[in-house]
């Protein structure tokens, strides 16, 4: 069992893994759509289309690949080492995002090799003696560089976004494991308006349902609000807990059935959490 007094670190795998996750499935899907494109252009199956160089290179945009590695999958592997390697030993998430960490960066260096090896670029002969000889072999290396690049552009989409698939399983099963994480349970809700909406269709719940259970999401909005209120940020309490009522209130009556009978509870804490950080509020405002 991983400690759950990890800090800030288990937010930053969060926070990144997701960014990561929803960055490259945005560059797969343009991939794909792009390659589709091309099937329906040549009529023949992708495997037996060739594309030019600068066609080749504009299936992927090496910037996002760089800020995807750089910005977003470089801290997350950095923050997997910190929480979970051992001197003998290791979580599998780590295990897959080192693994998707040196795919991205193979595929994000033959990107490279497209861009600098343009077929257009290339000479049929170079000044000098045997010249024509060595421009028929830049011409055969650019060749050799494309074929590679053909192969090894779809293993490495396919690949990488298997790991991430595989990632996202691994992710969502950790997350109980750090339902009492103050940092995280705050920041997700912090972030559910930012990323945290994009990553599911049902946003913070989902990842309440995750820590907490189905049928206890409204323990997420408990321990978060609780957490606001011990350390005085009153507004954000009351934010919390006002954002607690609503789910309750948006569970159908005949649905309410399936929650955890303490539900009721949970409703009448957010009430007096509310007129307690209240209390508080006006308080302070007397000083």
């Not at 801290?75 to 929480?83: D, F, S």
């Not at 009492?180 to 308006?193: D, G």
Request: proline share 3%.
């Amino acid at each position: 069992m991983l400690s759950n007094n990890s800090g800030p670190l288990i937010w930053t795998i969060v926070e990144r893994f997701y960014r990561s996750h929803r960055t490259f499935m945005g560059i797969h899907d343009r991939y794909e759509s792009i390659v589709a494109e091309y099937v329906d252009r040549f009529e023949m199956p992708r495997e037996k289309i060739r594309l030019g160089a600068r066609e080749l290179s504009e299936l992927l945009k090496y910037k996002e690949l760089e800020v995807l590695r750089d910005d977003y999958l470089s801290p997350l592997k950095e923050a997997c080492h910190r929480l979970f390697r051992t001197k003998d030993s290791t979580d599998i998430l780590d295990r897959l995002i080192n693994d998707i960490f040196h795919e991205l960066s193979i595929l994000k260096e033959e990107h490279y090799n497209v861009l600098t090896y343009d077929a257009d670029q290339t000479p049929a002969a170079v000044p000098g003696e045997g010249g024509l000889r060595k421009g028929f072999e830049l011409q055969l290396e650019q060749q050799a560089v494309l074929d590679e690049v053909h192969a090894m552009f779809p293993a490495k989409v396919h690949r990488i976004h298997h790991l991430f698939e595989v990632s996202l399983s691994a992710v969502e099963a950790l997350m109980p494991q750090y339902r009492e994480n103050r940092v995280l349970i705050r920041s997700l809700f912090l972030h559910r308006h930012r990323f945290v909406a994009r990553v599911y269709e049902e946003g913070l719940n989902r990842f309440y349902q995750l820590m907490y259970g189905e049928d206890r999401i409204f323990d997420g909005f408990t321990l978060a609000g609780d957490s606001f209120y011990h350390s005085g940020f009153y507004d954000e309490a009351i934010c919390c807990y006002e954002e607690g009522e609503a789910y309750l209130q948006s569970v159908a009556p005949s649905a309410k059935r399936k929650l955890n009978p303490s539900w009721k509870e949970a409703r009448d804490h957010f009430k007096r959490g509310k007129r307690k950080a209240r209390l508080h509020q006006h308080t302070l405002q007397e000083r």
